[in-house]
């Protein structure tokens, strides 16, 4: 069984620019969850979507955005990138949304290493 | 706002050396996630707690949950180079968004 597949496994872009990552979920797994890893703030959770629908929001700015496909594959994009966003990107997948069953296991693909330059 | 701190921040150790780590609290969590996190990949879940002081063990592993589910413990005996890595604890907050502890960086030195 693949696991999670996240792509590109690095980025360098430049201030200003936007970005957009990709997330293939385990077969089978309807929700996808992104977060960002950071050394200051350490795993801070972004969005999550649950068969196409956005379901819950952390705290970050508009110019963070993703969306779900049929097929449950992710997208999120960061619009005018800033050195701040500089940050490990990882998601998760699971077959339940989040908080569903306490039991659900994550799974975390490897991630996007973006360097905002 | 559900946060979660982890203590020590930083652990290094000789091989054969036990260790608790804490995750602690001042609110109530319906379960607690433990995860350990290696250098260039995303984080490995290894245990979910559910029940208030409910004990569970994964070989040299112990994970503890607080009887009145704000705190977890994990405790690592004879620790071994292959233990190294960050370790997380995450739980589900009011808004069913997961949110992690700080981590405990752990290195064992051989």
């Known amino acids: 069984k693949a696991g999670v597949t996240q792509t590109p496994r690095y980025l360098i872009k430049t201030r200003g620019q936007q970005v957009t990552l990709s997330c293939s979920p385990i077969?089978?797994?309807?929700?996808v969850s992104w977060y960002q890893q950071t050394p200051g703030q350490g795993l801070q959770f972004l969005f999550e979507y649950f068969s196409e629908t956005q379901r819950n929001k952390g705290n970050f700015p508009g110019r963070f955005s993703g969306r779900q496909f049929s097929n449950s594959r992710s997208e999120m994009n960061v619009s005018t990138l800033e050195l701040g966003d500089s940050a490990l990107y990882l998601c998760?997948?699971?077959?339940?949304?989040?908080?569903?069953?306490?039991?659900?296991?994550?799974?975390f693909g490897s991630g996007t290493q973006l360097s905002v330059l | 706002t559900q946060l979660l701190e982890q203590s020590p921040q930083f652990l290094s150790i000789q091989e054969g050396e036990n260790l608790t780590v804490y995750c602690n609290s001042s609110?109530?969590?319906?379960?607690l996630q433990w995860y350990r996190q290696e250098p260039g990949e995303g984080p490995v879940l290894l245990v979910t707690?559910?029940?208030?002081?409910e004990v569970k063990k994964l070989k040299r592993l112990t994970f503890q949950f607080g009887d009145a589910r704000k705190d977890s413990s994990l405790h690592i005996t004879a620790a071994q180079p292959g233990d190294t890595g960050l370790y997380l604890c995450?739980?589900?907050?009011?808004?069913?968004?997961?949110?992690f502890g700080g981590g405990t960086r752990l290195m064992v030195k051989p």
């Open positions: 995450a739980g589900p907050n009011a808004g069913n968004m997961l949110t």
């Open positions: 609110s109530v969590f319906s379960s």
């Open positions: 998760a997948s699971s077959h339940l949304p989040l908080g569903a069953g306490t039991n659900e296991k994550l799974l």
């Open positions: 707690v559910v029940t208030g002081g």
């Open positions: 077969s089978g797994h309807r929700s």
